[in-house]
């Protein structure tokens, strides 16, 4: 992970982005740090969400119908990073306003943070997705040890500094400008698995396996008014350190997602942690006096891994026609949290405290049960699609074939990725299998299969093997 950092670091323009992203992060939990203020659940009422819902919705609609990128112009990002700092600060400052001004700050402040997180998203879809997750996860690290230096923060200063970081934030996200620059190294190049989305069927898990488990995450609204008492007894710089080693463990999680899952299992991963976690988060929200620590560290740090696979979530879905990468799974993800937080912060002031925790129970279970049978039916549907494109016994290579393809490929001045390619398909293997083998997506295989065809002057899986064929001839001849 530390070289595939230093290369992703190389590229000019990276660190004002992980500056930006961090700043972004923390600005979006300004209103729940109890270093700046006192944390009230009153803070936290329905409309503010659901307006911030609707807003991520309809610019996702927008995105999907292939408008323009919206965070390219600058009039936008002005706006909303100017949005952002000065509600960021109302928020912090609001103890003198009227309660329908109040709500009336929330729902800018919820709209603007909210579009601040999903424009950056979109601003690092020309990164490639490697490169765009080592910057998330950079950038995670770098918000949770600021949260936790707040933390020996005089309280008279924490909200000055707070207000400080969302105009650096702003000023970052406006002065970024996203450079399509190849990565130097294969490491960084290597694309996310994308689902298929093939048939409706394959919409339909594909949205299931992201969205069931945000759906899980919303029930974590109801630990919200568990530790809020703690903070008269005087806890609340130890809970904001508590905050702030659950933002950074949730950076090392992201971590060893991008050293270690970035195959087929990077949503099984996302599913595997996040669903699980929210149950423990119920449980532990019912000893939070005992628990508390140990509380924030799960909340904060899923809420971390959560954000990393909605700001992800673009490259998790196939390219468009002209091979762009479309940040309409990001707006439609993000969009869908927060609407199940709004939902979820409703019923909780409807129904009675009994009745809440068993619909709790119930989501999470239902998510768990539902992601497990989506996840199976995943992996089963790439393992008979591995399979079918596996020749029924493998070819044997033989010494001439091995000899020409060596020859073909320095004549042609294949690269390092094709002539993996090439002597995989010598040997008459198919893309799908080419991909689960190289852990690539099909649409890379069929990229470099094209760039590998243009170069040997042919057309098709069978004239390549002729051309093989032929040079081997050769090589036996002379």
């Not at 329905?46 to 996702?60: K, V």
């Not at 390219?72 to 990002?77: D, F």
């Not at 290579?397 to 004549?411: H, I, K, S």
């Not at 799908?432 to 899986?461: D, F, W």
Request: net charge positive; hydrophobic share 55%; glycine share 6%.
């Amino acid at each position: 992970m530390t070289s595939t950092c230093s290369r992703a670091f190389s590229w000019r323009g990276t660190p004002l982005a992980v500056l930006g992203v961090a700043c972004a992060l923390m600005v979006l939990e300004i209103q729940r740090m109890p270093v700046a203020h006192v944390v009230s659940f009153s803070m936290f009422a329905p409309l503010p969400y659901a307006a911030e819902a609707a807003l991520i919705a309809g610019l996702g609609w927008r995105a999907a119908r292939g408008r323009p990128a919206l965070g390219a112009s600058s009039a936008v990002r002005i706006v909303v990073a100017v949005l952002a700092a000065v509600s960021a600060w109302l928020v912090l400052e609001g103890s003198s306003f009227s309660s329908p001004t109040m709500l009336a700050i929330r729902v800018v402040y919820r709209m603007a943070t909210g579009l601040l997180v999903v424009l950056w998203s979109e601003r690092l879809l020309p990164l490639g997705a490697r490169r765009a997750a080592v910057v998330i996860a950079a950038a995670c690290a770098v918000s949770g040890v600021a949260t936790l230096v707040l933390a020996a923060v005089p309280t008279a200063f924490a909200s000055p500094v707070l207000v400080a970081v969302a105009v650096a934030g702003g000023t970052a996200f406006v002065a970024f400008r996203p450079i399509d620059a190849p990565p130097r190294r294969a490491s960084l190049a290597v694309a996310l698995p994308a689902f298929s989305c093939r048939t409706r069927r394959d919409w339909v898990a594909a949205v299931g396996l992201l969205c069931l488990p945000l759906l899980s995450r919303g029930t974590t609204t109801s630990t919200l008014q568990a530790w809020m008492p703690l903070q008269q007894a005087g806890a609340g710089l130890a809970m904001q350190a508590a905050i702030g080693c659950g933002i950074l463990l949730g950076a090392a999680v992201i971590a060893l997602i991008v050293r270690f899952a970035w195959n087929r299992a990077f949503v099984l991963v996302f599913d595997l942690v996040v669903v699980p976690v929210s149950f423990l988060s119920l449980y532990t929200a019912q000893m939070v006096s005992d628990l508390w620590p140990l509380h924030f560290m799960i909340v904060d740090s899923t809420y971390k891994v959560v954000l990393f696979y909605v700001m992800m979530a673009p490259f998790l879905f196939p390219t468009r026609k002209e091979g762009t990468v479309s940040p309409a799974p990001a707006y439609g993800v993000f969009a869908f949290m927060i609407g199940a937080r709004a939902v979820f912060i409703a019923l909780q002031d409807v129904l009675a405290p009994s009745p809440y925790a068993v619909l709790c129970v119930v989501i999470v279970v239902a998510s768990f049960v539902g992601t497990g049978v989506l996840a199976l039916l995943m992996v089963l549907r790439e393992e008979t699609a591995a399979q079918r494109s596996r020749p029924t016994e493998a070819p044997a290579v033989l010494p001439d074939t091995e000899a020409a393809c060596a020859v073909l490929a320095d004549r042609f001045e294949l690269t390092p990725r094709e002539r993996e390619i090439f002597a995989l398909l010598a040997r008459n293997y198919r893309a799908p299998y080419i991909a689960e083998k190289l852990v690539v997506s099909q649409s890379t295989v069929k990229t470099h299969m094209r760039n590998l065809y243009a170069k040997l002057g042919v057309h098709s899986q069978a004239e390549l093997l002729l051309l093989v064929d032929r040079e081997a001839e050769a090589e036996t001849l002379s």
